[in-house]
């Protein structure tokens, strides 16, 4: 959704480099384009005058540090700005000291809130809570009915005792029963059965109107929520803060939920909804599936949109997705120690890297990849199931010794995948490039990377007689063509060879966030 953003704030921040020092016509200069590239992703005008003047006054101040160049001075600033826009600091659920803690849900039709309420209750069973969610949306056709199977595909119990307008459309406007007093009963049984949370879904409609209004404050009174939702779609601009707007004046509510920030809409209702409504972003969903959901932090966001990942939802993600026991063995054999690493060992490290999601989801959260986004953007899942039939359709034995795979076990392979030889082949050695290097990687030396231990690889020429030399142009030099059955190291597997130089920029500009910083810095 960002991508746009963050090129444009990419370039501006690479007309910085090089200078000495920050001018008053390059603050001008780089609030002219911050301002442009924010308008262009339909960020509230009010929003954007107040973003800027602050980035202006702050670049002028005396705060600026002697140890930043101009370019991460700027950065440091306008990541500071984006955190505080996005609303400052991380917003928690409120659980009411008596349970049932009850959560209303709001929002227009079409913005989501019936998955969402799924995706909602999902999240609460997995922090140890027993949600119950409550199908007080009686008037769009079928509600219920979708409540009922998300709740079902969830694990999560649904409280539906009318089954409202299951009809035709024609009978939109005369629902079977009676929102409110469903939303009522619902506190009571989940007393009853012993819920700790009541989500409650209510009704929408395509747009604001005075009975839509009414009655969600008819359940709101009915049910006295300790936490109102406005459930927001992504997509829909400048219109989300218009709409989230006449909500605070009708309805009232805590927070708000972002819904399809996997979209590819430009993104100002994410950084505009916060300041202009006073109310902060508490969780974000970004994809179809349930577990596609997570409380918002403002300041990753602020890291996203400026090309510097996301470490800490990745470093979460892969805690509750990798067995540390596993993965602790893999490592070992990587480091030289327990056995070598095989191939059985990476399809199960690969498959559960997959458990977090697409890959170039999760490639995406990696700092310094925004000179990669079309290459990841361009990652076909389909390729991995390829790899994957490859090694299952090896013996035990040749998962552990890849070694051993000859022409003939290589074209049984294929025969058995339903893949060509070519692409066994080009597995198998790209398998064994890539774990030379992570097994440098595992002994804290890796050649030919900056900034990292380990004697550089010097280009050899060749001194045969009649024979072909390394060209001394760097560009023709890297349009020769690669040996027969080499890969370069730094490949994907099963997809294209990705750009060395724009890899060792990225591995340059790696930086620890913070919070990690200090723990690896001070190990006490």
């Given at each position: ?424 082949n080009t597995l198998i050695n790209r398998f064994f490039e890539a774990r030379k290097m992570m097994s440098s990687l595992a002994s804290g030396s890796v050649p030919g990377l900056p900034g990292l231990p380990g004697p550089r690889r010097q280009p050899t020429r060749s001194k045969k007689k009649g024979g072909k030399g390394v060209s001394g142009n760097p560009a023709k030099r890297n349009a020769a063509p690669h040996p027969a059955g080499h890969a370069e190291p730094a490949a994907a597997f099963g997809g294209e060879e990705l750009d060395k130089a724009a890899l060792e920029k990225a591995m340059a500009e790696f930086q620890l966030p913070p919070e990690l910083r200090s723990r690896f810095s001070n190990p006490n």
């Amino acid at each position: 959704m960002f991508d746009t953003l963050q090129d444009r704030l990419a370039a501006t921040f690479k007309n910085l480099r090089g200078k000495g020092r920050l001018s008053e016509a390059d603050i001008d200069a780089t609030a002219r384009e911050i301002r442009v590239a924010l308008l262009e992703a339909d960020v509230n005008l009010s929003v954007v005058k107040d973003f800027i003047t602050a980035i202006k006054e702050r670049a002028r101040g005396a705060e600026l540090s002697g140890a930043l160049n101009p370019a991460q001075q700027v950065i440091k600033i306008v990541n500071e700005e984006l955190v505080a826009i996005l609303g400052g600091e991380t917003r928690l659920l409120r659980f009411a000291k008596r349970p049932p803690t009850v959560i209303m849900l709001a929002g227009l039709q079409g913005s989501g809130k019936t998955t969402l309420a799924a995706k909602l209750g999902l999240w609460l069973k997995e922090q140890g809570h027993s949600p119950l969610l409550v199908a007080a949306d009686l008037q769009r056709p079928n509600a219920v009915n979708q409540l009922q199977v998300v709740g079902q595909r969830a694990g999560v119990h649904v409280y539906a005792p009318d089954p409202g307008n299951a009809s035709s459309r024609s009978d939109i406007d005369q629902p079977s029963g009676d929102p409110v007093a469903v939303a009522r009963s619902s506190i009571a049984e989940a007393e009853r059965r012993l819920y700790d949370v009541v989500i409650v879904d209510t009704a929408g409609r395509l747009g604001v109107d005075a009975e839509m209004m009414q009655q969600a404050v008819d359940i709101r009174d009915a049910v006295h929520p300790d936490e109102v939702l406005f459930v927001v779609d992504a997509m829909i601009g400048q219109d989300a803060v218009n709409t989230a707007n006449a909500f605070a004046e009708g309805v009232g509510f805590d927070g708000v939920v972002l819904t399809k920030l996997d979209g590819d809409a430009r993104g100002g209702a994410a950084l505009s909804i916060a300041r202009v409504t006073g109310s902060p972003i508490m969780f974000a969903s970004n994809g179809e599936a349930l577990t596609d959901f997570d409380v918002f932090h403002p300041d990753r966001m602020a890291s996203r949109i400026l090309g510097m990942g996301d470490m800490l939802t990745l470093i979460e993600q892969a805690e509750k997705t990798f067995d540390a026991e596993q993965s602790a063995k893999a490592a070992a054999k990587l480091a030289g120690h327990g056995g070598e690493f095989g191939l059985a060992d990476f399809l199960q490290q690969m498959q559960m890297v997959r458990k977090m999601g697409p890959l170039s989801k999760v490639f995406g959260m990696l700092p310094g990849m925004g000179d990669l986004k079309d290459r990841i953007a361009g990652i076909d899942e389909r390729d991995v199931d390829h790899i994957e039939a490859i090694i299952h359709s090896m013996t035990p034995g040749e998962r552990e010794n890849p070694k051993i795979i000859d022409g003939s076990r290589r074209a049984r392979i294929a025969k058995g995948a339903g893949v060509e030889v070519s692409e066994v082949n080009t597995l198998i050695n790209r398998f064994f490039e890539a774990r030379k290097m992570m097994s440098s990687l595992a002994s804290g030396s890796v050649p030919g990377l900056p900034g990292l231990p380990g004697p550089r690889r010097q280009p050899t020429r060749s001194k045969k007689k009649g024979g072909k030399g390394v060209s001394g142009n760097p560009a023709k030099r890297n349009a020769a063509p690669h040996p027969a059955g080499h890969a370069e190291p730094a490949a994907a597997f099963g997809g294209e060879e990705l750009d060395k130089a724009a890899l060792e920029k990225a591995m340059a500009e790696f930086q620890l966030p913070p919070e990690l910083r200090s723990r690896f810095s001070n190990p006490n």
